[in-house]
């Protein structure tokens, strides 16, 4: 249940809610609304009646919530998160773009990509290093070495880096040196992986899986959050579309209907479902008019002998002009609004 308490309600008031529902084994997720405290309570409601909590000192009304996702969901949190990685606002008014190779080759390839990343004002970089594919003849990625040589080239710019894991075997190798993790879409419904990542304290950037539903995706979130771990983001790459040219199909209708829906911060990776380099710009701008918080992209100093993904990877030159324009669309959806 929700518990709204009253704009002038004491912490003593506050706190002798949460202890009475502790005592009768609720979790307690407490958050700040613009004039009012608010309190999930999470457990069986059958224990303890809504009225016998909204006749308590401080109580403004006791709502009962009705959606799976207690964490995620805005009737616990009607405010909207934000998750900061290294100092890098994400979910804030501000965008938030991330971009780096599809996969690491080498430290060349890597110091070039940061060095683009840095001279377009980003301050994110990302890449797979455990990747897998579902064909056991995919190009596999380079592991803690590539890991190592993302981080050096990270630092060597002033980067946060975000790194893949696929298992909960890797989490504790990529968390020591990511500033963030990220759970590809395969794995969105691994549950031991998500209440792994629960449990690290790093921020968690999910993806959406292409066959999920949005209630899927976001109780895929709820299991990281339900473990401990308030910093998670959620990132759309696309779903299963009918034949065509391309893998996927990106589901830009999901951005304000999920945002309706939850307080977590949106990215959009518009690779996957692009294809190709000339059309990464025009999702990307899209996603942006529809409400994405931030923007995934893929970058290379020479995709076309990238090994991996140098269809829809910019050169630097691309990425500085794409990077001007988003900001100012972002710039006009903030202010339409406000």
Request: with cysteine; proline share 6%; charged share 20%.
């Amino acid at each position: 249940m929700l518990i709204v308490m009253q704009e002038a309600a004491a912490e003593g008031q506050i706190q002798g809610v949460i202890e009475r529902l502790t005592r009768h084994g609720f979790d307690i997720h407490r958050s700040t609304g613009k004039s009012h405290v608010i309190l999930g309570a999470i457990g069986d409601a059958r224990i303890m009646e809504p009225d016998a909590i909204a006749v308590m000192p401080g109580v403004a009304r006791v709502v009962r919530v009705t959606s799976p996702y207690h964490l995620a969901g805005r009737e616990c949190h009607p405010e909207d998160t934000v998750v900061e990685i290294c100092g890098v606002p994400v979910g804030g008014p501000e965008l938030t773009l991330v971009a780096g190779p599809g996969f690491v080759e080498d430290g060349r390839q890597l110091r070039a990509c940061a060095e683009a990343l840095s001279a377009a004002g980003m301050r994110l970089i990302r890449a797979d290093v455990f990747r897998s594919g579902p064909s056991p003849y995919a190009l596999r990625g380079p592991g803690q070495a590539g890991l190592q040589m993302l981080r050096a080239a990270a630092s060597a710019h002033g980067l946060a880096l975000i790194a893949e894991v696929a298992t909960p075997e890797h989490v504790e190798a990529v968390a020591d040196v990511a500033d963030a993790v990220e759970v590809g879409a395969r794995a969105m419904q691994s549950f031991s992986l998500l209440e792994t990542l629960g449990k690290s304290g790093r921020p968690v950037i999910l993806r959406r899986h292409p066959g999920s539903t949005i209630e899927e995706w976001l109780l895929a979130a709820e299991n990281v959050l339900a473990a401990g771990n308030e910093k998670v983001i959620l990132c759309e790459a696309g779903v299963r579309g009918y034949g065509g040219p391309d893998r996927l199909a990106l589901d830009i209708s999901c951005l304000p209907a999920a945002r309706a829906l939850t307080h977590l911060p949106i990215l959009v990776d518009v690779g996957p479902s692009a294809g190709r380099r000339d059309r990464v710009p025009v999702l990307a701008r899209a996603a942006v008019a529809a409400g994405a918080q931030g923007v995934v992209l893929e970058v290379h100093p020479d995709p076309d002998r990238a090994a991996m993904d140098g269809a829809v990877s910019l050169i630097p030159a691309e990425l500085y002009r794409l990077v001007g324009q988003l900001h100012r669309i972002a710039a006009i959806t903030n202010e339409s609004s406000a």
